[in-house]
């Protein structure tokens, strides 16, 4: 379904992603992990049109999609859940919603209003309120909420847990989880390695803009020395 081809980005005048390629198959979860500053983020940016990378190909359902401007690449159905949220602040919670829906492709199960809200009951009960209003954990299930009323094909999660309350993170996990039993694609990037492998189907591991290790995320968990890899010990 996507395809990354020996991808070359660079910001400003260093050289930061450096022949990135991997394939991501329809219905899979894929982890993507790698200390702070490997490139993780420039990699997504760079998939998704924020960033032109110098080199390399992106495809995308059989697609050249390289370079391609971020809204049109979301339409064609990449969604993304950015590292810092990117919500309206002063926008209510219905509003952040609403206005982030598209219709959903013939056969898809609609991503509605109601269902969003059934998955975060918290947005229910906090849906008139603005944005700037919401707590880090409630700003991060909006964020979710807004990439799932695109309707997606592939999800792409940046960091949704980071700076979030253990029990908060549990219920983006616990969503997290029902995403990927709902048959949509995931790429998922997150600190907690152990949490990432057993949300996954595969995983990568980035370091200094390249992919160093790839393998089945069970694999990879019940590999120390793999592990120790990933934990750079
Ligand atoms: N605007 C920029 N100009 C130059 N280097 C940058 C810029 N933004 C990020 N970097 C560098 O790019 C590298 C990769 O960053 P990033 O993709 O954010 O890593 P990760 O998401 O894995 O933490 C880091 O070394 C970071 O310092
Ligand atoms: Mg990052």
């Given amino acids: 379904m996507l395809a990354v081809d020996d991808l070359h980005t660079y910001l400003g005048d260093s050289h930061i992603l450096r022949g990135v390629s991997f394939e991501l198959p329809a219905g899979s979860a894929l982890g993507l992990l790698g200390r702070n500053g490997m490139g993780k983020t420039t990699l997504i940016r760079s998939m998704l049109g924020y960033v032109r990378p110098r080199a390399g190909r992106v495809r995308w359902l059989g697609t050249d999609i390289t370079g391609h401007l971020p809204e ?8 993304y859940v950015p590292e810092g949220r990117g919500i309206f602040p002063n926008l209510s919670v219905r509003e952040n919603l609403l206005m982030a829906a598209r219709p959903a492709a013939d056969g898809a199960s609609p991503w509605t209003l109601e269902r969003v809200l059934e998955t975060f009951p918290r947005l229910a009960e906090r849906l008139s309120h603005g944005g700037q209003q919401l707590s880090g954990g409630e700003q991060q299930m909006l964020a979710i909420g807004r990439a799932l009323m695109t309707h997606p094909r592939l999800l792409i999660l940046d960091e949704a847990t980071e700076g979030l309350a253990p029990l908060v993170v549990a219920e983006i996990w616990r969503v997290i989880a029902l995403i990927r039993a709902s ?14 492998l057993a949300h996954t189907d595969r995983a990568l591991v980035m370091e200094k803009g390249r992919v160093v290790m790839s393998g089945e995320s069970a694999a990879l ?7 120790a890899q990933v934990l750079g010990v």
């Fill in 221 to 227: 968990a019940a590999d120390p020395a793999a592990m």
């Fill in 72 to 79: 049109r690449i979301t339409r064609l159905g990449l969604g």
């Fill in 183 to 196: 048959g949509l694609s995931t790429l998922v990037v997150d600190r907690n390695i152990r949490a990432v």
